[in-house]
């Protein structure tokens, strides 16, 4: 039997995706929406027809066994997942290609591999599970270096060590998502972190990125479960100590979390875990208008109940996934416990939501048992459209749509100057560069500081000119975003393509202390060019 493979050019497996009937329907809503002609849909590239440069380094005989140059790797390690990355693959357009793929299977194989990337002048691209939407694993590193390698670690796949005692584990960062519950599943155990991209990313990967999982309060980033870490650099191995909590210094964890792979290689991290939960709870509350949800929002994240998803829907957001009239916010509203019914916490969040104008079918949120309680109604609809979108996305794109998100996060205190600014200029540029779309909004995480908006392009663009069209968007929903006191990005992290706004963010202090950092790990600059500060390389 053929191992199931995974797209060179976009979302997830060859077998998976959009099926002709859902391609046809999605096509006819957007072609009504937009006032459009009908959509052709572009063939993804077949791997034969790519013309990928030849490799231009070898690696030593000692080495060999651990890379591939075949294409159909190096073509899936070229690019991540942007829409920028499927446009450019469904051309087939590859130009920088890793030379060479490097599979390691041990921690002492990654120390090999970097000491020769550092004396051969070999940019090194950590690569997990190549979900990055930020040109974070991107192969293009200019013209400084000899070659490119892309290091996978898929093959570092273990949970290696359970503490059930202290509720945590020692896992191999190239585990994916899927394969990690199921290891952690017969123990009760659960790491409670569920990215949109958790079927295809990896532990390392959410670490180096500081990803954000699916959970709306309390318990949202990788940071809050990373006890300890392991990394490989090119001057040796760092470990920090495995420790509930320390006050001795700056964390050495936190200085490796969110390092998207230029200072080195996570390769293990002891993680807190969770029970697995029992009781869960679901509700599905709408609101007149969004700013209502808006303030049920902020006093649901300020009033200590810290419900598992709070995912506020603008109208049209909650239209697009079939969730909503188009007329009314969504609210998205769960609660979840190994330990305890959750009827009274769901009570008491639901007359908050009342009190600022929400509606909700009576016998709303009741404790359940079983897994059905958050698949089911509005709640249920929202939570299989936001596990298909990625799939969804690749068929949009290919019907030259521009489909592509931006995120932040902000102070309640600011949140509607900055929502308005946002609309205003973003809508704006796409009445300016595609003559139409639609930008519409969600919050992804609440905090009882500030809401973590996410914001959704559809517009139509021109054969041939997606790129320029993206380009034209991007650059003015980041600098909007920053001019009205967001943050480059809550979730996505860095990579290439934020990388001129992140420098803007950032204080120079500690862009030089950043710089510093990479001097001392990284001496002759290798490891992932381009991402967050330029290496000083010897």
């Known amino acids: 039997m053929s191992e199931r493979r995974l797209k060179f050019w976009g979302w997830g497996y060859e077998d998976a995706g959009a099926d002709s009937t859902q391609v046809r329907l999605i096509a006819a809503a957007l072609q009504k929406r937009f006032g459009l002609q009908e959509l052709q849909i572009e063939a993804p590239p077949a791997l ?83 979900s990055s939407v930020v040109g974070g694993v991107e192969c293009d590193v200019g013209e400084a270096y000899d ?19 202290s509720r945590a584990a020692r896992i191999q ?28 990313s990896s532990l390392g990967g959410w670490i180096a990125t500081r990803s954000g999982g699916h959970f709306a309060t309390l318990y949202t980033h990788i940071d809050e ?22 006050g001795a210094g700056p964390s050495p964890d936190r200085f490796f979390i969110g390092s998207e792979g230029v200072l080195g290689i996570i390769t293990e991290a002891w993680m807190r875990l969770q029970d697995r939960p029992v009781y869960r709870a679901s509700a599905s509350v709408f609101f007149r208008s969004f700013e209502e949800g808006v303030e049920a929002s902020r006093v ?50 639901l007359e908050i939501c009342r009190d600022h104008g929400g509606e909700f079918p009576e016998g709303a949120g009741r404790t359940r048992t079983d897994a059905g309680a958050s698949r089911e109604g509005a709640a249920g609809t929202w939570r299989d459209a936001f596990l298909r979108a990625p799939y969804l996305r690749d068929a949009i794109v290919s019907m030259g749509i521009l489909s592509e998100t931006f995120e932040t996060s902000i102070t309640w205190d600011r949140f509607d100057s900055f929502h308005a600014g946002v ?52 650059q003015e929903a980041s600098e909007a975003v920053l001019a009205l006191g967001g943050t480059i990005t809550h979730h996505h992290s860095v990579g290439r393509d934020h990388r001129r706004w992140y420098d803007r963010q950032r204080s120079e202090g500690f862009a030089a202390a950043l710089a510093s950092a990479k001097q001392t790990l990284d001496p002759a600059g290798v490891l992932n060019p381009g991402v967050l500060v330029d290496p000083l390389r010897e």
């Not at 290696?160 to 005692?165: A, L, N, P």
């Not at 190239?174 to 569920?194: D, I, K, M, N, S």
């Not at 049209?316 to 009274?344: C, I, T, Y």
């Open 147 to 165: 070659g490119v390698v892309s290091i996978d670690l898929s093959r570092l796949d273990r949970v290696v060590e359970i503490d059930r005692t």
């Open 300 to 349: 649901l994240s300020q009033s200590g109940l810290y419900p598992a998803n709070c995912r506020l829907l603008d109208a049209l957001e909650a239209a697009n996934v079939g969730a909503g009239p188009g007329d009314r916010a969504l609210l998205v509203l769960g609660f979840e416990s190994k330990d305890h019914p959750l009827d009274p916490w769901m009570d008491r969040a």
């Open 48 to 130: 034969e027809d790519l013309n990928l440069r030849s490799p231009r380094v070898a690696p030593p005989e000692t080495l060999r066994g651990l890379f591939v140059d075949e294409p159909y790797e190096r073509a899936r390690h070229t690019y991540g997942q942007s829409y920028r990355d499927v446009v450019r693959a469904l051309r087939g357009e590859f130009p920088n290609p890793p030379d060479w793929v490097a599979f390691p299977e041990h921690e002492r194989e990654i120390v090999a591999i970097l000491d020769w990337c550092s004396s051969s002048g070999v940019a090194a691209i950590p690569f997990g599970g190549g």
């Open 423 to 474: 609309m205003e200029r973003v809508g704006e540029a796409l009445r300016r560069v595609c003559g139409t779309g639609s930008l519409t909004c969600r919050f992804t995480h609440v905090y009882p500081d500030g809401p973590a908006p996410y914001y959704t392009i559809l517009a139509p663009v021109r054969r041939g000119q997606e790129l320029e069209q993206w380009a034209a968007i991007k």
């Open 225 to 246: 479960f990373v006890e300890a870490v392991r990394v490989v650099t090119p001057t040796g191995i760092v470990e920090t100590r495995r420790l509930p909590g320390s």
């Open 173 to 200: 960062a190239g585990v994916f998502g899927p394969a990690l519950e199921a290891q952690l599943r017969p123990h009760g155990l659960t790491l409670r972190h569920f990215p949109q991209s958790f079927e295809f």
